[in-house]
């Protein structure tokens, strides 16, 4: 008895939070066009997303990259030449490992530091005392953020993908015994630009599911230092959850209908 | 009922059997009370009976189950955003815990509304910031970050930011709490001497029964969800309604417990 109890008490909350995120994810949408009146907010918040995130998506996609290289060529090994060892690695990075991984380890560090510094301003009344002077605590500190997030991580997939390639290269060229332009003639023989592209439509939705966790978290916290922590991990957990999860929907969405092989 | 010559025979604020509940408990059960343009009214009670429930729906932040709120006839938990916004102009609210916005340095903190509404030249609202900062006696500090005040110092500022845009009601959740008697002393006379200077309405909540006596044209006791006594400071020192004795002298709720 206490069992369904538990089970019907998991829905009714899983269905209640999905409601409030797709609200916000509304009155977020409605808001957009106000950051052309807070963009001291939109600059601040994309030099702490982007800039801030660039040394930890540097070494995350350096070592991926190289992962990848050593991986491809334990699978080669006899049966594949190594000269199409780029090819591999290029696809790799560009259709799923530079989205993906950089949206996972930067949206950990980012829905963090958003449900953090939200949490705690609502719980010492902060995000009240923006209501009463007047001031929509979404418009000003939600919308940049968000919108922030959407425009930083695309710029940051871009220099993952380099790094993870230089990555590969580098392990190629000093690991593997692959020369540079072999393994450039591998990156180029299979090269399609929508890979590219198509990896990083993605990530314009993972910015924004990230973003939109991190405030939805900080803005429903409750209570003191351990309602700041308790959503601060939901804000990681969830986020990442979404990118996977998302990630599966829009690979289906984009390279099988939008940039389909013939 | 009333003191002072400034009030009129119109209530600015009028609360009507409010009712609200938290998870099943019952914070305020059928509340009504009236508050005159001009007049300082405190709410006392003890701790965790509703006081900055009550407060919080009067600035629109929460809303009743049942029950209405009018400010200047018009019933505001009918609202929608941009009407309370417009509203909360002529408001500004003394959180208890301050809440000055960390992020920002003073000057900051007490210029953000101007900035956002007032469409000033910058000039213009570092002036009236410096202004409302030297009534407060801190225009020294404009530069400094929130954390590197003292709880009173913050209180003087979030003081303030709360009448930098000159409003008519200022709400204020428990503002002397915490502070030494020297500084809450500084905070009474602050609250006096704003009412004075600037003439506005002020709705007081507090547990602290001396900084009542001294700053409060009307004071009004909530007990179990309602407002049982409202009388002068001076007819609270002499009324024998028990539940006010007996929060006056400390002994409230004792009784039963015993």
Redesign the interface.
């Known amino acids: 008895m206490k069992l369904v109890f538990l089970i019907g008490r998991f829905f009714l909350s899983f269905i209640e939070e999905t409601g409030a995120v797709i609200l916000l994810t509304f009155r977020v949408l409605k808001r957009l066009p106000k950051v052309l009146g807070n963009l001291g907010t939109l600059f601040a918040q994309m030099e702490r997303i982007g800039i801030g995130s660039i040394p930890l998506v540097f070494v995350t996609s350096l070592f991926v990259g190289a992962v990848t290289a050593v991986q491809a060529a334990y699978q080669f090994y006899g049966y594949v030449p190594l000269r199409y060892l780029g090819a591999v690695v290029g696809k790799s990075v560009t259709l799923e490992l530079g989205p993906v991984l950089t949206a996972l380890v930067v949206g950990g560090r980012i829905s963090a530091a958003m449900a953090a510094e939200l949490g705690t301003m609502k719980v010492t009344e902060q995000l009240d005392a923006m209501e009463m002077i007047a001031i929509d605590p979404i418009e000003y500190l939600v919308v940049p953020r968000i919108i922030a997030a959407v425009i930083m991580l695309p710029v940051l997939v871009v220099f993952s993908d380099f790094i993870a390639i230089l990555g590969g290269m580098l392990v190629a060229r000093f690991s593997l015994g692959v020369d540079f332009h072999v393994f450039a003639y591998g990156l180029k023989l299979l090269f399609r630009y929508q890979d590219v592209v198509g990896g990083l439509m993605k990530t314009f939705f993972f910015g924004f599911v990230i973003a939109l966790m991190g405030s939805y978290y900080g803005f429903s916290t409750e209570g003191g230092a351990e309602g700041v922590g308790l959503s601060t991990m939901k804000a990681v957990v969830s986020s990442c959850l979404l990118i996977l999860v998302f990630n599966y929907l829009l690979a289906t969405i984009i390279f099988q209908v939008i940039f389909a092989l013939e | 009922m009333s003191s002072g010559n400034t009030i009129n025979h119109r209530p600015v604020i009028r609360i009507q059997n409010i009712w609200k509940a938290f998870e099943g408990q019952q914070v305020l059960s059928g509340l009504n009370l009236d508050i005159y343009k001009g007049e300082t009214v405190v709410v006392i009670g003890r701790s965790g009976c509703g006081k900055s429930v009550l407060l919080?729906h009067i600035?629109g932040?929460m809303s009743p189950d049942s029950g209405e709120i009018f400010f200047e006839d018009e019933e505001i938990t009918k609202f929608n955003?941009k009407k309370l916004?417009?509203m909360?102009?002529h408001?500004?609210?003394l959180?208890?815990?301050s809440?000055?916005?960390?992020s920002m340095t003073v000057g900051e903190n007490v210029a953000?509304?101007l900035v956002?509404?007032s469409g000033f030249s910058m000039e213009k609202v570092n002036r009236i910031v410096l202004e409302k900062l030297e009534l407060v006696g801190l225009a020294d500090v404009t530069g400094k970050h929130p954390s590197e005040l003292s709880g009173g110092m913050k209180k003087r500022v979030?003081l303030a930011?709360?009448v930098v845009?000159n409003p008519d009601v200022v709400l204020y959740d428990e503002p002397t709490t915490g502070l030494d008697p020297v500084m809450a002393g500084v905070i009474n006379r602050l609250i006096l001497s704003l009412q004075k200077e600037l003439d506005i309405t002020s709705i007081v909540v507090t547990h602290d029964i001396e900084s009542a006596y001294r700053v409060g044209d009307k004071i009004a006791m909530l007990h179990d969800g309602k407002i049982v006594y409202e009388g002068t400071p001076a007819q609270v020192e002499n009324t024998d309604n028990h539940l006010v004795r007996g929060f006056v002298t400390g002994q409230l709720g004792t009784e039963a417990s015993m």
């Open positions: 919080r600035a932040l955003r916004f417009k909360r102009m408001f500004g609210m959180f208890q815990s809440a000055l916005f960390d953000l509304a956002r509404h979030a930011r709360a845009m």
